[in-house]
Every structure is written in C-alpha cells, then in structure tokens.
C-alpha cells in the first residue's frame, strides 16, 4: 500500500519566491496533519484538517503560510513570500478516523526546504 | 513552553545492551502516549502506543512503561540492535484524532 506521498522531496528556492508543498494522504485516511521540524524547535504542529476542513491553524506562524485540502486525496502548504527562517524539513501526515487514542499519524517522507 | 520534554538529546549503547528513552510531559490531560523512530531523510514511523490506563505495554524488543502520577514514560529496547539507530520521539495526545504532540527526540546509536 502505498504511504503519504510528499512532493517535492527537496525545494531550493530564493527569498520572496513563492513556494508550495504538495501531500496525498493515505488513501481512506479522514485527518491530516501539517508539521514542520527545524533544530530549535523540534517537530511542531502547523495545521490539521478532519474531512477537509481546518480544524486548527494556530501553528501557523504568520499570514505567509496557507493550507488547502480541495479533497480527501490532496493537500497543499503554500509560503507567499518565502524567507531563509522558513527553511525547515516539513512534514504531511495522515490518520484514520478512529476513537481510539492510540490511532497512529502515519507520516510522508517530508519536504526539506531551503531558502537562500 | 515544552509540554512534552525529551531531555537527553543523544544516548550512546552497545549492541546486545538494552537502551532505555525517557520522556516527560506536563499536561494531565494527556491520555495517550506513542513512540515514533524516524531515520535520516524518511519520516517519523510509529513504533508502540500506550494508554494511560495501562503501565506497561510490549511489542517483541520494544517495551514502554507509564508512571503517571510522575508524568514520565520510558521506551526500553532489549536487546539494542545497530538497526536500531535512530531519532526516537515521544509524542502525547489527550483523545481521539487529535494532534500528536512532539518531544525534540532522542538519538540513539547502537555500538556494535
């Protein structure tokens, strides 16, 4: 089966340029999950949508960053305009819906970002 | 303000040993505990849960213990294998599908 799917793997970019982050969840999967890692601050959450929609968007640092899931299969993280402190590995994950609190995120490979 | 705490940032074992990670946490509301493992260039893959009505729980190599009252979970690895190498992070939830929330992970290099 295939798992949550990241693209790109790698973004190099310049300052100001505009930037977007692609993720396909796990097919069946009904939660999905932003997150950015960087040294400082280890893995922190960004945003999490439940069957499509934004359920939470506080981890967003600032108006730069927006996040789309126009459906169940495909979910976007944007930066508009991008600066160097964006530079991070960003990671999408998927749950299956599920009461149970031991219900596993099960995570892509990420996207690591550089901006110079 | 850290509400999951992994407070060694590396830990150094020889094979055969057992490794034992530690995690602490702050928020009583918590009720859900998992491990991750997460290897350079792939994302984190979930290793063993545990619920806070339990204080221990086993998967082969791989056993976590709970002490809530001391809000500290602990992941032992009997025997360490080099496969086992990696990032481990705490993470803790209080129900359901909410968000997991992330301790700053530990590395674990196994010596052969």
């Known amino acids: 089966d295939a798992g949550v799917i990241q693209s790109p793997r790698h973004e190099v970019t310049e300052m100001g340029q505009e930037v977007t982050l692609r993720c396909k969840p796990i097919s069946g999967h009904n939660s999905l999950f932003w997150y950015r890692q960087t040294m400082m601050r280890g893995l922190e959450l960004l945003i999490y949508?439940?069957?499509?929609?934004?359920?939470?968007d506080s981890g967003m640092p600032e108006d730069r960053f927006s996040a789309k899931m126009p459906n169940a299969s495909f979910s976007t993280l944007k930066i508009q305009p991008s600066e160097p402190r964006d530079s991070a590995v960003y990671f999408c994950?998927?749950?299956?819906?599920?009461?149970?609190?031991?219900?596993?995120?099960?995570f892509g490979d990420g996207t690591r970002l550089s901006i110079l | 303000d850290q509400q999951v705490k992994q407070n060694s940032p590396s830990l150094s074992v020889q094979e055969g040993r057992i490794s034992i990670l530690n995690c602490d946490y702050t928020n009583s509301m918590f009720d859900y505990f998992l491990w991750y493992k997460k290897y350079p260039a792939e994302g984190p893959t979930f290793l063993i849960s545990?619920?806070?009505?339990?204080d221990k729980n086993e998967d082969g190599r791989f056993t976590v213990f709970l002490n809530k009252s001391a809000k500290h979970l602990s992941l032992h690895i009997v025997p360490s294998q080099p496969g086992d190498s990696a990032v481990y992070f705490c993470a803790a939830r209080s129900s359901g599908n909410t968000p997991l929330v992330f301790g700053k992970g530990t590395r674990l290099s196994v010596i052969a």
């Open positions: 994950a998927s749950s299956f819906p599920g009461r149970s609190g031991n219900q596993p995120q099960h």
């Open positions: 949508f439940n069957n499509n929609v934004p359920i939470d």
């Open positions: 545990i619920s806070s009505i339990k």
